[in-house]
């Protein structure tokens, strides 16, 4: 089928709505008409880096109706409104064991340009366009596998809930997930973006008394104390460390680390008391690290963290039920554009004009 597509033609190239072509779902795959989609980091650093085979439609953050499933498929007929998520294999011990986001070929599925099974379903005349996250939602329509295909309520504002599939999910999914603070507990969160926020309305869910918040910008700590922080730093004016001890009185228990910056990793290193966890959500370079100082010598823990740690189906539900219960308002994040307007999203991403953008495909 035809479909209207933003294509990725090379990188560091903009984005070009063309007309590509789909093909039709597979066994165990799914149809979606797109409605809404979020615009995360992952696919300016895919476009910017070429981290995934290019020519390319990217989009990983998808929300729409389920046009058609391929044979299989069960529990998700026509009709149903839907998020798309990371893909994963659902087969190796890690998926198995509740962790597909470390799943043993997440990165092939993710970011090879391919579908479950090794082929493509996106086309421009002769030549493949490579898939990302087993979606490819910066189109129209997109093909998707059943598992990481969520199921949702239906009396959400569906074009709001895409951003649960990767950016939001990853946010809260660190604190609920994989730190799981203790009731009373302090927790830090490095960055005040669309993943740094999700985590402290996290920590607010999950009881921590001290929920510090540390950016740059005074806009995004504001929105930070709205959303549930205790205590607010500027990293340009504040001794951040400093300051996070005499708030925790030693340091805080857990750090949640957006920005990828180095200096702010140590930073969030630091900060921690004795037993501190740190968990580093943000794509950082290579840098160098006192393992002797900042980690063994106080048993800290520094701990990657992928996707939120999340099992999509069952915990994008439970972020939706604590929305509409009013504990979760991460609709005070996003600003939506026209699909045409793509091109700009990512600028005013970039600029930190707009947290998290979110295209529809109709005005």
Do not use: W
Request: charged share 20%.
């Amino acid at each position: 089928m035809k479909i209207k597509a933003a294509v990725t033609k090379g990188q560091g190239q903009p984005f070009s709505i063309e007309e590509v072509e789909l093909a039709a779902p597979k066994a165990n795959e799914i149809l979606v008409k797109i409605v809404a989609t979020g615009v995360c980091h992952t696919d300016a650093v895919a476009r910017d880096m070429a981290i995934a085979p290019l020519p390319a439609v990217l989009g990983h953050e998808g929300a729409g109706i389920v046009e058609q499933v391929g044979e299989g498929v069960k529990g998700i007929e026509p009709g149903d409104h839907v998020v798309l998520s990371f893909a994963h294999c659902g087969v190796c011990s890690n998926c198995l064991t509740g962790h597909p986001a470390v799943c043993e070929t997440f990165n092939d599925l993710n970011f090879g340009g391919v579908q479950d099974d090794y082929t493509t379903r996106l086309s421009k005349g002769n030549e493949a366009l490579s898939t990302f996250f087993g979606q490819s939602s910066f189109g129209t329509y997109a093909i998707a596998h059943e598992r990481n295909v969520v199921k949702v309520d239906r009396d959400v504002d569906l074009a709001l809930l895409g951003p649960l599939g990767c950016g939001i999910q990853t946010g809260a999914g660190t604190v609920l997930n994989k730190l799981k603070p203790d009731f009373g507990s302090s927790i830090v969160i490095y960055g005040c973006g669309a993943v740094g926020l999700s985590a402290v309305m996290a920590a607010k869910i999950a009881g921590c008394q001290h929920i510090i918040a540390v950016d740059v910008h005074d806009n995004r700590l504001s929105l930070a104390k709205e959303l549930g922080a205790t205590h607010v730093l500027n990293g340009r004016q504040a001794d951040v460390v400093a300051e996070v001890k005499k708030i925790t009185n030693g340091g805080s228990h857990y750090a949640v680390e957006t920005t990828g910056v180095p200096p702010v990793v140590k930073q969030g290193l630091n900060a921690l008391r004795p037993l501190g966890i740190c968990a580093i959500v943000g794509v950082t370079p290579e840098m160098s690290i006192d393992v002797h100082n900042d980690i063994m010598a106080e048993g800290k823990t520094m701990v990657g963290v992928i996707e939120g740690d999340a099992v999509p189906r069952v915990f994008i539900p439970q972020l939706i039920s604590y929305y509409k219960n009013g504990q979760f308002p991460f609709d005070k994040l996003v600003k939506f554009y026209n699909f045409d307007q793509i091109n700009e999203a990512f600028e005013d991403s970039k600029s930190g004009e707009t947290i998290k953008p979110i295209l529809k495909m109709e005005a």
